[in-house]
């Protein structure tokens, strides 16, 4: 257990639609990352959020958006869902910038699935 | 624009050989990690690498860094069925942000 928690696990909607995934990083940790891993692209880094401040954006749709609150749980916010965008979403979190190894801690994952 | 490769993408082990995963990387990097996944599961962190000619030994893996040839191998000692899984390279890109950029994946099966 990496102390990472997502939810929900598994999330299954229509395309058209809009979901939210909720992310609480380690404790202490202040840097919280979003990856999506899927057949045909592998696994992609989405964006960054540093306490509370946008830090770097990967291949993030538009249609995607995230934020980090004041307790440093993240939310990553998919809209106008479509069939491309079932794939397995993680969050990974990292203490303060500056210490030690970077390392990434991953959390379980939330599956989507748009039918 | 980093790239990073893997090869081979998929490695059928026999029990108690030694195999060997590479990992280039495109651009300077001064960090870089294995991850493993289990089918259906999250990442587990098995090694970061620091500095050129680091090598990080747990069990049956150990991995190594080349920052002058940006390369990263992951050696596998006597493999055992515990190792089957897909073990991915990433390398941090983009300074302080540390985002990472992984690997294909390369997909482990020890066979008996």
């Known amino acids: 257990d990496s102390g990472v928690t997502q939810t929900p696990k598994h999330l299954i909607t229509a395309t058209g639609q809009r979901v939210t995934l909720r992310c609480s990083p380690r404790s202490g940790d202040l840097s919280v990352y979003w990856y999506q891993q899927s057949l045909d692209q592998g696994l992609q880094f989405l964006i960054q959020y540093y306490n509370g401040e946008e830090r770097a954006k990967g291949n993030i749709l538009e249609r995607f958006s995230a934020q980090q609150f004041p307790d440093l749980h993240s939310e990553l916010n998919l809209s106008s869902l479509e069939l491309g965008d079932s794939a397995l979403y993680f969050c990974?979190?990292?203490?303060?910038?500056?210490?030690?190894?970077?390392?990434?801690?991953f959390g379980p994952g939330t599956r989507l699935t748009v039918t | 624009e980093l790239k990073v490769e893997q090869n081979p993408l998929f490695l059928s082990m026999q029990e108690e050989k030694n195999y060997t995963i590479y990992c280039n990387y495109s651009?300077?990097?001064?960090?870089l990690y294995w991850y493993r996944q289990d089918p259906g599961k999250s990442l587990e962190s098995l090694f970061v690498l620091l500095s050129n000619g680091a090598v990080k030994q747990e069990g049956r893996l150990m991995a190594s860094l080349d920052t002058k040839a940006r390369l990263s191998t992951l050696h596998i000692t006597a493999a055992v069925h515990d190792l089957s899984a897909t073990y991915f390279c990433a390398v941090s890109y983009g300074g302080a942000t540390n985002k990472l950029i992984f690997g294909t994946g390369t997909l482990l099966a020890v066979q008996p």
């Open positions: 990974a979190s990292s203490p303060d910038q500056g210490r030690g190894t970077y390392e990434q801690y």
């Open positions: 651009t300077t990097s001064d960090r």
